[in-house]
Each structure stands twice: as structure tokens, then as C-alpha cells.
């Protein structure tokens, strides 16, 4: 029985060349918007830093900052061949790359290839299957796959409410923030691309707790931040906000916060359920 050590991540767009000769490389997709593949890295072949650019929104795709020891480095690889006509889709493939350990504690480089959609619409990433389904063609606005089949590239992966089901079913704590790194490998605001949070809101709140609950505040404030402009007023959030900020040593960024969740929670006439290590910071 294996179990994983160290999962990097690793993307490569099919059919074009993977070497640093290739330079720095800029999909143009649909209404203007762009993928950039920059910081070639070469042990991974592939670029380090992959960005996308729409009209309103720009953001890091395959990306999950942490306060946790580094677990690996994410490297694409670009291919205009794979774009679409209407230049709306383009597939790549991932490849989770890095050390399992087995049970006698030995240490095995391993990889696990994906085929995954990006949406130039809105930076959208979409896990459609084995690395065997981006062997193939563009036929009209349709992705026909080498051996057979044709694949849906606007598909999305779990929604938040199937995915709060999943991660609520796992031990509190680490296995739940684990679990959401695992299903948001596309990055937190790719993930908020495929599903709005305006629309998930109180699901998008459980997973910064996860997230913070395992000690991965750094993403906790990446769900946060998208909800504070959407819902300022939601009382649970300035408690997970304040706590998260707390956590990451912003000790005067949390005290506001906490600040206003008592007084909130005092207006409700439910000052008796504030916490006590609320006043004991905040003093």
C-alpha cells in the first residue's frame, strides 16, 4: 500500500515541442483574453508560471499558495494546436508528478497523468479524464479523442455542494484541507470561475474553514477575500476572517475584524456566544 509524500504538479500542452528554445509562449484566446506560460523550469520541462487574462479578472492557474513546507513546483508546457476554432477551449495535460512512500517507508518517484479543458471564456479548469483523452483532434467545436469518442470541454468538475458533501465526510482537520487541495488543483479562483461564489456563498464559506482548519490560511483568505466583497455583513465570516488573519500573524487586521463580529453578535442580543479568546485578543 502506497501513500504520497510529495505530489508537484506538472502540465504539458500536447504536440509542441517541450524545451526551453520555445521561449516564453502567449495563447490568444476568445474576446481578447490570453494564457501566458513564463519562468521556463528545466528539470520539469515546462513553465513555471502560467497566468490568465481576461477582460476583468487576471489570475494564476495551478496555483495554491501555502504556509505549509513546499510540496513541489507546477510546470506547463504550451501547444496552440490544441486550441479550439472559436478559440473558447484548449486541452493540456497534467501530470502530478513527485514521491510516494510504501509501507517499508521507501521513497518511489511517481506520476499520474490528466487531460485537462481550460476555458479562455473565463480561465474555467476542468479535470476531463486520462492523459490518453488529449490524444486527439478538434472536429468543429467538438474534441474527438484519438480512440474514439467525443469529449464535452465544457464540462466542470464536482460543485460545491457535491463537494462540501465529499470533504464533510473526511476527520476534521488536515484530511479535509487536503481533500479540497486536491479537488481545487486548478487554483482557487479558477475553481470560483467554473462556480460563482455570488451563487455558493455559504458553500464557499465551509471550504475557507476547511481550509483554515488544516492550517492552510493562506488559502482560507484567497475564499475569504471573494466573499468579503460579496456578503461584508455575513457574521460567521468576520469570526473565520479575524481567525485566519490571527493565524498569519495580522494581528491588527484581525482585532477589526474580531472587533466587528462581537459587536455584531452583541446587537443580536447573542453577546454570551462570543468566543473568549475573542476579548482576550482584542485586550
Known amino acids: 500500500?502506497?501513500?504520497?509524500?510529495?505530489?508537484?504538479?506538472?502540465?504539458?500542452?500536447?504536440?509542441?515541442?517541450?524545451?526551453?528554445?520555445?521561449?516564453?509562449?502567449?495563447?490568444?484566446?476568445?474576446?481578447?483574453?490570453?494564457?501566458?506560460?513564463?519562468?521556463?523550469?528545466?528539470?520539469?520541462?515546462?513553465w513555471s508560471d502560467i497566468e490568465y487574462k481576461g477582460s476583468s479578472t487576471t489570475f494564476k492557474l495551478y496555483n495554491l499558495p501555502?504556509?505549509?513546507?513546499?510540496?513541489?513546483?507546477?510546470?506547463?508546457?504550451?501547444?496552440?494546436?490544441?486550441?479550439s476554432p472559436d478559440k473558447k477551449y484548449v486541452m493540456m495535460l497534467r501530470v502530478d508528478s513527485g514521491e510516494v512512500v510504501d509501507e517499508q517507508g521507501n521513497k518511489i518517484n511517481s506520476e499520474q497523468a490528466h487531460c485537462d479543458a481550460v476555458s479562455l471564456e473565463n480561465g474555467c479548469v476542468t479535470d476531463v479524464g486520462s492523459a490518453f483523452q488529449c490524444d486527439g483532434t478538434w472536429q468543429g467545436q467538438k474534441w474527438k479523442v484519438a480512440t474514439g469518442g467525443i469529449l464535452d470541454s465544457s464540462q466542470k468538475d464536482v460543485p460545491p455542494n457535491q463537494l462540501i458533501k465529499n470533504v464533510s465526510r473526511l476527520p476534521a482537520g488536515d484530511s479535509r484541507s487536503?481533500?479540497?487541495?486536491?479537488?481545487?488543483?486548478?487554483?482557487?479562483?479558477?475553481?470560483?470561475?467554473?462556480?460563482?461564489?455570488?451563487?455558493?456563498?455559504?458553500?464557499?464559506?465551509?471550504?475557507?474553514?476547511?481550509?483554515?482548519?488544516?492550517?492552510?490560511?493562506?488559502?482560507?483568505?484567497?475564499?475569504?477575500?471573494?466573499?468579503?466583497?460579496?456578503?461584508?455583513?455575513?457574521?460567521?465570516?468576520?469570526?473565520?476572517v479575524a481567525d485566519s488573519l490571527w493565524a498569519l500573524g495580522k494581528h491588527d487586521e484581525a482585532k477589526s475584524f474580531y472587533s466587528a463580529y462581537r459587536n455584531a453578535m452583541l446587537k443580536k442580543g447573542a453577546g454570551g456566544k462570543v468566543p473568549t479568546r475573542i476579548q482576550e485578543r482584542l485586550n
Not at 4 to 17: A, E, I, N, R
Request: glycine share 8%.
Open 178 to 240: 487536503s481533500s479540497l487541495k486536491n479537488w481545487m488543483f486548478m487554483g482557487i479562483p479558477s475553481y470560483m470561475a467554473c462556480y460563482p461564489p455570488e451563487k455558493n456563498i455559504s458553500e464557499f464559506n465551509d471550504f475557507g474553514f476547511y481550509f483554515a482548519e488544516g492550517g492552510e490560511h493562506l488559502l482560507a483568505m484567497q475564499v475569504y477575500n471573494k466573499l468579503l466583497n460579496l456578503a461584508p455583513d455575513r457574521v460567521p465570516l468576520k469570526l473565520n
Open 66 to 83: 501555502s504556509t505549509m513546507p513546499p510540496s513541489g513546483i507546477s510546470t506547463v508546457a504550451a501547444d496552440t494546436g490544441k486550441l
Open 1 to 46: 500500500m502506497f501513500k504520497y509524500f510529495l505530489v508537484p504538479l506538472v502540465v504539458c500542452m500536447l504536440t509542441l515541442p517541450c524545451h526551453a528554445d520555445e521561449g516564453p509562449v502567449d495563447v490568444h484566446g476568445y474576446n481578447g483574453t490570453t494564457l501566458q506560460f513564463r519562468n521556463w523550469d528545466e528539470t520539469h520541462a515546462g
